[in-house]
C-alpha cells in the first residue's frame, strides 16, 4: 500500500513520491502532486494499492524499489531522484 493522494492519476504533471519508513501496512511511499501535503487536512492522503497506482501512474513503479528516505520529483521531461535524511523521521 502506497499512500496517495485522493484522485491521484496520469494527468497531474507534476508528482512528488516520499519514502518513509515501512510500516506492517504499508511500503513507505507517498504520492501527492504540487507542493506541501496541507496539514490541516486529515484526509488529503488515502491508501491505494500499488497495482492501482501502476493503472494511473506506471512510470513511478520502478520508483517504488527505493529504500527509505528516497524522493522522486517527476514532471514531463524532467526526473529528479535524491536522498533526504528527514524522511525517516517523519
Known amino acids: ?7 491521484v492519476h496520469a494527468s497531474f504533471n507534476l508528482f512528488t513520491p516520499c519514502a518513509t519508513r515501512f510500516t506492517d ?15 490541516e487536512d ?11 497506482l501502476a493503472q494511473h501512474i506506471p512510470e513511478l513503479v520502478t520508483y ?4 527509505p528516505g528516497w524522493r522522486v520529483l517527476l ?3 524532467y526526473e529528479d531522484v535524491w536522498y533526504d535524511e528527514d524522511m525517516l523521521h517523519v
Do not use: K
Not at 1 to 7: L, Y
Not at 26 to 34: A, K, L, M, Q, T
Not at 64 to 67: E, Q, V
Open 64 to 67: 517504488l524499489a527505493l529504500p
Open 75 to 77: 514532471a514531463p521531461d
Open 1 to 7: 500500500m502506497v499512500g496517495s493522494q485522493r484522485r
Open 42 to 52: 486529515d484526509r488529503f492522503l488515502e491508501p491505494m494499492h500499488v497495482e492501482h
Open 25 to 39: 501496512t504499508s511500503n513507505g511511499w507517498f504520492v501527492w502532486r504540487d507542493g506541501d501535503i496541507p496539514q
